[in-house]
């Protein structure tokens, strides 16, 4: 079967490394929210840090891979356990979601390693500190796109020395999100296994 990024990207082999942009989605409970799951650690900025684990219907986690509607990523047990037995990846780098029941019905990707900052290479523009906390949340004030209107981003090359297989970005963006971005071998690893899966490419700048 022909991979998905092939056809979006005449370039990808000069990408080195991704960030997850899985398109099939997994849902929570109906009577649960991503607030249900997290502590609120500052008044002022709202941010805050996971506290429980999630909980997911075991029907909408028969993927293999999935964006959850938490804007975050799962995987099947399957392909964690693979994952961790083939790279630099430990059982750290996920969470259980489990079902009401306690049952494990999937997992969430929670990388460990944060990136060396690449806000330069691919203009992201800091906010000014929270008066609280003093974190920082970043705005991308300008969109990379192929001709099919594929988004990419750049990483350096000491950032990409120092990766690991499971990243997040130095720079967290609205709500405090990262970029999840793995290496260019486990995507390999994931395209070959699923070749309809999506990413980000970054290239080296």
């Not at 009577?31 to 997911?56: A, E, M, N, P």
């Not at 192929?146 to 709500?175: G, P």
């Not at 971005?181 to 070749?195: A, G, M, Q």
Request: charged fraction near 30%; glycine fraction near 2%.
């Amino acid at each position: 079967m022909a991979k998905l990024m092939d056809r979006l990207w005449n370039n990808i082999g000069d990408a080195k490394a991704f960030s997850l942009s899985f398109t099939n989605f997994a849902y929570m409970y109906d009577d649960y929210c991503v607030d249900d799951f997290y502590t609120i650690q500052c008044d002022g900025c709202k941010k805050s840090i996971q506290t429980r684990d999630y909980l997911f219907p075991r029907a909408s986690c028969m993927k293999p891979t999935s964006i959850l509607d938490t804007l975050e990523y799962g995987v099947s047990q399957e392909l964690r356990d693979e994952l961790i037995s083939r790279f630099d990846v430990t059982d750290k780098d996920f969470r259980p979601i489990r079902s009401k029941r306690g049952e494990i019905v999937y997992y969430q990707i929670t990388p460990q390693h944060i990136m060396l900052p690449i806000s330069e290479e691919n203009e992201w523009i800091p906010r000014t500190p929270c008066p609280c906390c003093g974190s920082i949340q970043y705005d991308e004030v300008k969109d990379f796109e192929n001709e099919n209107e594929e988004y990419y981003h750049y990483i350096s090359q000491a950032a990409l020395d120092d990766m690991h297989d499971f990243n997040v970005t130095f720079e967290k963006f609205r709500w405090h999100m990262p970029y999840y971005v793995i290496s260019r071998r486990v995507y390999d690893f994931l395209t070959e296994r699923y070749p309809r899966t999506h990413y980000e490419p970054f290239f080296l700048k």
